[in-house]
């Protein structure tokens, strides 16, 4: 693990795999909310797929996540500012050109990454869908903010009715996230329109079909100047573990 300070003071961790190798750039991925670089990307065998294939992978955990800073103040969150860390740990690593790949949370921050940056090469988005397009975001309806912000932060996990605020409160838990801190970023969630005319490169979506998260991604795809989609068996948090997404995220890269 390494660590670096972004724009704002704020200290980030992020891991490094493989070697460079031929013309093919860096790998750099964006894990989603609640999660981290290792639990997204590395345990589910996104990683060792990549490096396999011979790329260079790097990985962030975002603020608020895994082992970097964790805030309190929703002021310190939101995707667009996550956006700015990768755009901060890619001057470090001086990257003249790299592949993005982001899930859900982190599909938003790839997407913002992106339209704002030239260096990206290829795009991969996951855990998103046609909610991009009309919200500017996470599905607001699939996954009301009030009641994942109270699920998180409350003492009494029986409180919590919706049983997908508690599968994110059971998976924060199992985590060991600080559960103050993903009620930050919930808080302060992108949800103005995002740019997608600007994202010119090629680019992946994909979805798994049980996803309620990612609903209609080909919504999404038709959104992107030059993107085309992948329905995989899964949902939210399962898809990843498809031995089916790290080989098409691959093969797109390749």
Not at 202 to 222: I, K
């Amino acid at each position: 693990m390494h660590t670096f300070t972004s724009y704002d003071g704020t200290t980030l961790a992020y891991y490094t795999w493989g070697e460079t190798t031929g013309d093919l750039p860096t790998v750099v991925l964006h894990h989603g909310f609640s999660s981290s670089a290792l639990g997204n990307w590395h345990l589910p065998g996104v990683v060792d797929a990549l490096v396999a294939a011979g790329r260079h992978v790097v990985a962030i955990d975002a603020r608020g996540h895994g082992a970097s800073e964790k805030h309190t103040d929703p002021d310190r969150y939101g995707e667009d500012k996550m956006a700015r860390d990768l755009g901060v740990l890619v001057d470090l690593l001086g990257l003249a050109r790299y592949d993005l790949a982001g899930y859900s949370m982190g599909g938003i921050v790839a997407l913002l990454a992106t339209a704002g940056d030239h260096r990206v090469r290829r795009l991969v988005t996951g855990g998103i869908g046609a909610s991009v397009v009309e919200q500017g975001g996470l599905d607001r309806a699939a996954l009301p903010g009030r009641e994942l912000i109270d699920g998180l932060l409350t003492d009494d996990p029986a409180t919590i009715t919706d049983e997908r605020v508690m599968g994110f409160r059971m998976f924060a838990e199992a985590t060991g996230a600080d559960r103050r801190a993903l009620a930050a970023q919930a808080q302060a969630s992108h949800r103005t329109p995002i740019p997608l005319d600007r994202i010119t490169v090629p680019a992946l979506v994909l979805a798994g079909t049980d996803d309620w998260l990612a609903r209609r991604p080909e919504v999404l795809a038709a959104g992107l100047p030059d993107a085309r989609w992948k329905v995989l068996a899964g949902d939210h948090l399962t898809v990843v573990r498809n031995p089916e997404f790290a080989a098409a995220l691959t093969a797109f890269l390749a």
